[in-house]
T-cell receptor, first 111, second 113 residues
Framework: DQQVKQNSPSLSVQEGRISILNCDYT??????FLWYKKYPAEGPTFLIS?????DKNEDGRFTVFLNKSAKHLSLHIVPSQPGDSAVYFC??????????FGPGTRLSVLP | GAVVSQHPSRVICKSGTSVKIECRSL??????MFWYRQFPKQSLMLMAT?????????EQGVEKDKFLINHASLTLSTLTVTSAHPEDSSFYIC?????????FGPGTRLTVT
């Protein structure tokens, strides 16, 4: 059973608009969450993280929101740019331990 | 940020041979490194957790005698695919833990012919 789910395998957004990528997790003990971006044939690169003591973390165009009661987090990209087109992985886990990755969502930002 | 390198980036080998992939943390010491495998259109699958100076911990279903992991120092971990078969062809990615984040290497594309 998947502990981390990204129910949208793909998402298309117009350049300049907001991209919202969603992630759900099942383990209420998870206390640390991350988003990674991956281009084809490259390793994932870290984007942004959030700990369970917060409900929002912002870094430039990227904002992660955490809803602990719903076991849900989302990544907002505003404004979206064509270079943001990639696969985005959500990961969840506990501080100091390994993370469980979701299946990824392929984002396409259309010019 | 932190930099993790992998070598080689791409390797083609014949069935039955062994291949070694190196993972290095270039600007930090990593007591823990992880090895992942990614199949096309699938998520990253954790293969094993490697701790410096001790035996690796393998995930269920991963053959430890086939995928040999050595974490020789705080900046180097190696994955050796022994007696490779075509089904071992995949994209292998390592990552290193620095404090509370994981930094990933660029990946190694293994093709077994």
């Amino acid at each position: 059973d998947q502990q981390v789910k990204q129910n949208s395998p793909s998402l298309s957004v117009q350049e300049g608009r907001i991209s919202i990528l969603n992630c759900d997790y099942t383990n209420s003990m998870f206390d640390y969450f991350l988003w990674y971006k991956k281009y084809p044939a490259e390793g994932p690169t870290f984007l942004i993280s959030i700990s369970s003591i917060k409900d929002k973390n912002e870094d430039g165009r990227f904002t992660v929101f955490l809803n602990k009661s719903a076991k849900h987090l989302s990544l907002h990209i505003v404004p979206s740019q064509p270079g943001d087109s990639a696969v985005y992985f959500c990961a969840a886990g506990n501080y100091g331990q390994n993370f469980v990755f979701g299946p990824g969502t392929r984002l396409s930002v259309l010019p | 940020g932190a930099v993790v390198s992998q070598h080689p980036s791409r390797v083609i080998c014949k069935s039955g041979t062994s291949v070694k992939i190196e993972c290095r943390s270039l600007d930090f010491q990593a007591t823990t490194m992880f090895w992942y495998r990614q199949f096309p259109k699938q998520s990253l699958m954790l293969m094993a957790t490697s701790n410096e100076g001790s035996k690796a911990t393998y995930e269920q279903g991963v053959e430890k005698d086939k995928f040999l992991i050595n974490h020789a120092s705080l900046t180097l971990s190696t994955l050796t695919v022994t007696s490779a078969h075509p089904e071992d062809s995949s994209f292998y990615i390592c990552s290193a833990r620095k404090v509370d984040e994981q930094y990933f290497g660029p990946g190694t594309r293994l093709t077994v012919t």
